[in-house]
């Protein structure tokens, strides 16, 4: 039986493995106990780059990438690679409408926000208007609103896309010049007291999306825009 046939049968079992959760009511999370301590033992950890958390080779505490000033953001981190248990729940999430994934995401990214960046305001990375209108809400949007609950810090949809190719079809050079004018700042919220902010994304690629916004968010006025990202990939 496929794992979509198991959860119409049983709504209260794990996403990743589909063992049956002990109970629908008291479950927390819409994962096992099991598959969870698997995700909390592959989140990163160690030597990484100071700014974009990538792995690092032989350079000592910025890669090579950043060294370049690559990225117009000041610091990301990430919580998982993207790969195993994480790559799987953020598909589901993404494209097979597994919206109650969000309140898992909400506490692993919740948390590290408290820890990493206490008291910095949230600004979610916008979904492109297709992947919007196909799953009927924005995916970061959703997220922030759980932590925004959850963890106390306000978050601020001041970032809007504009319809475009996606970028996950696109090469890296491709994924840069698509981004050219697609992300807009939307200063109808209340947002002129925002100095620094922490952008949030699911997967942090070639950090192309994330330095983009970071861009914008900067020409607005913002003089600090670090970046968490659920997985690194
Ligand atoms: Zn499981
Ligand atoms: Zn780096």
Same mark, same amino acid.
């Given at each position: !039986? *496929?794992?979509?046939?198991?959860?119409?049968?049983?709504?209260?079992?794990?996403?990743?493995?589909?063992?049956?959760?002990?109970?629908?009511?008291?479950?927390?999370?819409?994962?096992?106990?099991?598959? !969870? *301590?698997? %995700?909390?033992?592959?989140?990163?950890?160690?030597?990484?780059?100071?700014?974009?958390?990538?792995?690092?080779?032989?350079?000592?505490?910025?890669?090579?990438?950043?060294?370049?000033?690559?990225?117009?953001?000041?610091?990301?981190?990430?919580?998982?690679?993207? *790969?195993?248990?994480?790559?799987? %729940?953020?598909?589901?999430?993404?494209?097979?409408?597994?919206? @109650? %994934? #969000?309140?898992?995401?909400?506490?692993? %990214?919740?948390?590290?926000?408290?820890?990493?960046?206490?008291?910095?305001?949230?600004?979610?990375?916008?979904?492109?208007?297709? @992947?919007?209108?196909?799953?009927?809400?924005?995916? !970061?949007?959703?997220?922030?609103?759980?932590?925004?609950?959850?963890?106390?810090?306000?978050?601020?949809? $001041?970032?809007?896309?504009? #319809?475009?190719?996606?970028?996950?079809?696109?090469?890296?050079?491709?994924?840069?010049?698509?981004?050219?004018?697609?992300?807009?700042?939307?200063?109808?919220?209340?947002?002129?007291?925002?100095?620094?902010?922490?952008?949030?994304?699911? $997967?942090?690629? *070639?950090?192309?999306?994330?330095?983009?916004? #970071?861009?914008?968010?900067?020409?607005?006025?913002?003089?600090?825009?670090? $970046?968490?990202? +659920?997985? +690194?990939?």
């Amino acid at each position: !039986m *496929t794992r979509d046939a198991l959860s119409l049968l049983f709504p209260g079992s794990c996403l990743s493995c589909g063992t049956v959760l002990d109970s629908i009511e008291t479950a927390e999370f819409p994962l096992c106990k099991e598959c !969870m *301590t698997v %995700l909390a033992h592959s989140q990163i950890y160690g030597a990484r780059c100071e700014v974009c958390s990538s792995h690092l080779i032989s350079e000592i505490k910025i890669c090579t990438r950043c060294r370049g000033n690559a990225f117009s953001f000041d610091r990301a981190i990430s919580l998982f690679e993207y *790969t195993g248990i994480i790559k799987e %729940l953020i598909h589901q999430f993404k494209f097979e409408g597994r919206r @109650s %994934l #969000a309140v898992y995401f909400a506490d692993v %990214l919740g948390k590290k926000a408290v820890d990493c960046f206490p008291g910095i305001p949230i600004v979610p990375v916008p979904s492109s208007p297709q @992947s919007k209108k196909k799953r009927g809400w924005d995916q !970061m949007r959703v997220i922030a609103k759980k932590i925004e609950k959850i963890a106390n810090i306000p978050s601020f949809s $001041v970032l809007d896309r504009k #319809a475009g190719i996606q970028q996950k079809e696109l090469g890296v050079i491709d994924r840069a010049s698509n981004l050219k004018g697609s992300i807009v700042f939307d200063d109808s919220h209340e947002s002129s007291e925002l100095r620094e902010v922490l952008l949030l994304d699911d $997967v942090l690629t *070639t950090g192309a999306t994330a330095s983009e916004c #970071a861009r914008i968010l900067k020409d607005n006025g913002i003089q600090k825009v670090y $970046v968490l990202t +659920l997985a +690194l990939d």
